[in-house]
Nanobody, 115 residues
Framework: QVQLVESGGGLVQPGGSLRLSCAAS????????MAWYRQAPGKERDLVAT???????YYADAMKGRFTISRDNAKNTVYLQMNSLQPEDTAVYYC?????????WGQGTQVTVSS
């Protein structure tokens, strides 16, 4: 069983940066493909980025060049570095395995980009 806890969200001005963290419990973390997702108000939850067990990454088109996903298997943590944030990045950000599993959805962390 794996539990995922997201943190690091907040209010940031357009053009700013945030680093999100997702701490995972469980010894199988390093064997999991991990991902970040986000859900904006009134919209469906969308895939942001993924990272394989070996560190290969994938980004949704809107995030390429601005977001960086990484993982530290020793710390059972996956990160999302977000730069050049824009108001349209406002959403609740979640981590999960990829493909996502219902039982692993956590509370997420709110990111609000506003001046």
């Amino acid at each position: 069983q794996v539990q995922l806890v997201e943190s690091g969200g907040g209010l940031v001005q357009p053009g700013g940066s945030l680093r999100l963290s997702c701490a995972a419990s469980g010894s199988i973390f390093k064997s999991l493909r991990m991902a970040w997702y986000r859900q904006a108000p009134g919209k469906e939850r969308d895939l942001v980025a993924t990272i394989t067990q070996g560190g290969s990454t994938y980004y949704a088109d809107a995030m390429k060049g601005r977001f960086t996903i990484s993982r530290d298997n020793a710390k059972n943590t996956v990160y999302l570095q977000m730069n050049s944030l824009q108001p349209e990045d406002t959403a609740v950000y979640y981590c999960n395995v990829q493909p996502p599993m219902v039982r692993y959805w956590g509370q997420g962390t709110q990111v609000t980009v506003s001046s």
